[in-house]
């Protein structure tokens, strides 16, 4: 056969299979899509209740584990709903989403938990990022003052649980950094700087006592109230004390990058990418970038992942690529992103629950929701996709 006519016919054939890739693939981006967004009508249609909300689902038995306000993932609902409109433009989403987040207000009380800002911030602040409310604010500002009477100026931080008793004097534990966020809005809000304050003396402790000298983060730490003293460093959800509970790397990893974009102090922005390199770099992070619940659990690869630590971490290095520039923290979100949107992750159409994602760990200590589809793991999914759409 002539050379220039083997030319063509090569040409040709390499044409046609560029075309049809691109075809497929923009086939299943689509298809992904359409995906999602039947999960998302299964999210806003999911009957109203005030005293009862979705937290996770067994799928083995279909039950669906619903939770008063009072749990510290009600917030989370409402948070998911805010979301998906500012994804979908869809006024639906929006209406929904703020009849779930009224029913939190009561929490604006709530003083015998530290967990204000799951309950308060991600539903009512992410109100307020898509309209200026008053109410909203007030409710912000409020639960903020009731959040910091859990103060404690000796030992330097807010005050986790009042459970276990016998054991814990003052424990204050690595999720507790999350909090901050609503304590910093309070005094955008409000004007009043104690909040911002007493945001800053929480971290610092965080700082200077919940990190071992590789970077990651314990789970629990006990002080003294009296004096101060660290009475122990124990874990409440990981395999045991010395290990790397995957969401707690997480909630550090987050935790310290929005603390940086408060204060803009470069201490909290090193903590943030010394532990994001701990976690990014851990032998037993999987190649798909789901860690598995603990980076210790005794049977890895045959243990559990946790897509909740998962996305944590991929919305939180979204945040660190915009201060730092490194494109290996956009890599790490945009790789999640991609194993997520697959369909091992995203429940299938026919499961008539109000969830995106399956294989998020709960709570070991109690065997429960262990790779369950759980409402916090769907919450910084979305908020991922939002971050990366922003960059
Ligand atoms: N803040 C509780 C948890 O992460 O399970």
Not at 130 to 139: F, S, T
Not at 275 to 300: C, M, Q
Not at 315 to 338: C, F, H, P, R, W
Request: charged share 25%; with cysteine; hydrophobic share 35%.
């Amino acid at each position: 056969m002539n050379k220039n006519i083997l030319i063509l016919i090569f040409a040709f054939t390499l044409m046609i299979s560029c075309k049809n890739e691109t075809n497929s693939n923009s086939e299943d981006s689509e298809s992904i899509d359409t995906r999602l967004e039947e999960r998302y009508k299964k999210m806003v249609s999911y009957a109203l209740d005030s005293t009862s909300f979705p937290r996770s689902v067994n799928l083995k038995t279909n039950t669906i584990k619903k939770v008063p306000s009072k749990d510290w993932t009600s917030g989370f609902f409402a948070g998911n709903l805010w979301q998906i409109y500012e994804l979908t433009g869809d006024e639906t989403y929006k209406n929904q989403a703020k009849k779930w987040t009224a029913f939190i207000e009561k929490e604006k009380f709530n003083d015998r938990t530290h967990d204000m800002g799951f309950k308060v911030f991600n539903s009512f602040g992410k109100g307020l990022k898509i309209e200026d409310n008053q109410v909203y604010k007030d409710i912000i500002v409020k639960s903020a003052q009731t959040l910091i009477t859990r103060y404690n100026d000796t030992v330097g931080s807010i005050r986790s649980w009042d459970f276990n008793k016998k054991r814990w004097d003052f424990p204050v534990i690595i999720d507790n950094m999350m909090n901050l966020e609503l304590l910093f809005e309070a005094t955008k809000i409000s004007g009043d700087s104690v909040f911002h304050n007493i945001a800053i003396k929480h971290a610092n402790t965080t700082l200077k006592n919940h990190f071992r000298p590789n970077n990651s983060t314990w789970h629990v730490l006990d002080y003294n109230p009296e004096n101060g003293d660290i009475r122990m460093r124990v874990t409440h959800q990981g395999i045991n004390d010395d290990s790397s509970w995957a969401r707690g790397q997480g909630w550090a990893i987050y935790g310290f990058t929005m603390a940086y974009r408060y204060t803009k102090d470069d201490k909290y922005l090193n903590q943030a990418m010394a532990t994001a390199s701990f976690f990014l770099n851990h032998k037993n992070l999987p190649e798909d970038g789901i860690p598995y619940w603990d980076f210790d659990a005794p049977n890895i690869p045959n243990e559990p992942r946790d897509v909740s630590a998962g996305v944590i971490v991929a919305s939180a290095l979204a945040e660190l690529y915009g201060y730092t520039g490194d494109e290996v923290y956009l890599n790490y979100s945009k790789k999640v992103i991609q194993t997520l949107k697959s369909t091992d992750y995203i429940l299938s159409d026919e499961i008539e629950v109000p969830f995106v994602l399956d294989h998020s760990s709960g709570d070991w200590s109690k065997r429960s929701e262990m790779d369950e589809p759980i409402v916090y793991g769907d919450y910084y999914f979305l908020e991922t996709l939002l971050r990366l759409k922003a960059l």
